[in-house]
């Protein structure tokens, strides 16, 4: 496999420039570099400029509602837990109107991927700010700048219970090409926070904004206390890499129902639904 063979036949429709561009770059390399089978590996994306990435990436795929592709990535996996899932969402959906559910998947420790768009606005809807743009942003919804602190999606993501913790820029391919493929490899829900510059919405988080600030994590910590403290920006800098990283058992690898095979290859035949139903009449 190429990259190619990961590309539909559409052509991307973000602007010149946009930062989801390199994140979509890296997810290809890992694809090929991991051999990803296409049919077996599903991407499933809420709504924003990060959900057309499902109209050009040939694997399976499912584009939901605005702030809800995590409860339909773990349904897909609840069916068929030997699909590798992958969920592609922004910083609002994810951490807006689906923060419930990330918050919920990462302490359930579901066997996912969660890939945040984070360019810090709510860009397909014009650049409203969104949960994590910073405290002064100015857009159409805070025309006065934005009169609440940003919400760091990293930090959500280790206080609430996720086994596996990152952060990368969508400017330095390579490196989170990297992030991604250990966390495709990890088993239990990994975050992937992905800076990703939106060059038309939001002049504040660009490029060479984030070049000029961010520093690489040597190697990820096994306790979250120190996970935590790593995470955090200091000092004007913002640090990428795996902050946390974890052995834990999923939610599905808990479950005796489908500890022998998967929910679709499991017969309805000898299946009494009367039975079942009938203890509620
Ligand atoms: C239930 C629902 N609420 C709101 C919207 C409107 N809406 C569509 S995209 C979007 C913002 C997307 O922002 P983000 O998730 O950060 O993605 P980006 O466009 O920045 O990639 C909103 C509010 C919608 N389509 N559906
Ligand atoms: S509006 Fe921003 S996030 Fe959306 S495609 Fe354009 S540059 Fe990218």
Known sequence: MTVKDYETKVTPNWCPGCGNFGLWQALKQTLVDLRADPGETVLVAGIGCHGHMNNFTKISSF?????????????????????????????????????NHFVHACRRNHDLVVLIHNNSSYSLTTGQASPTSSLGYQSKSTPEGKKVEALDPALLALASGATFVSRGFSGDVPHLQEILKAAIKHRGLAVVEVLQPCVVFNKDQTFDYYRQRIKKLARPYLKRGGAIRACLAKNGRIPIGIFYQQKKPSFESRLDQIRKKPLVRQSLRNFDWDKLTGEFY
């Open 63 to 99: 584009e939901g509602l605005h702030g809800r592709p995590i409860p339909i990535a773990v349904g897909i996996k609840l069916a068929n837990h030997r699909l590798q899932v992958i969920v592609s969402t922004g910083d609002g959906d994810c951490l807006g109107e689906g923060g």
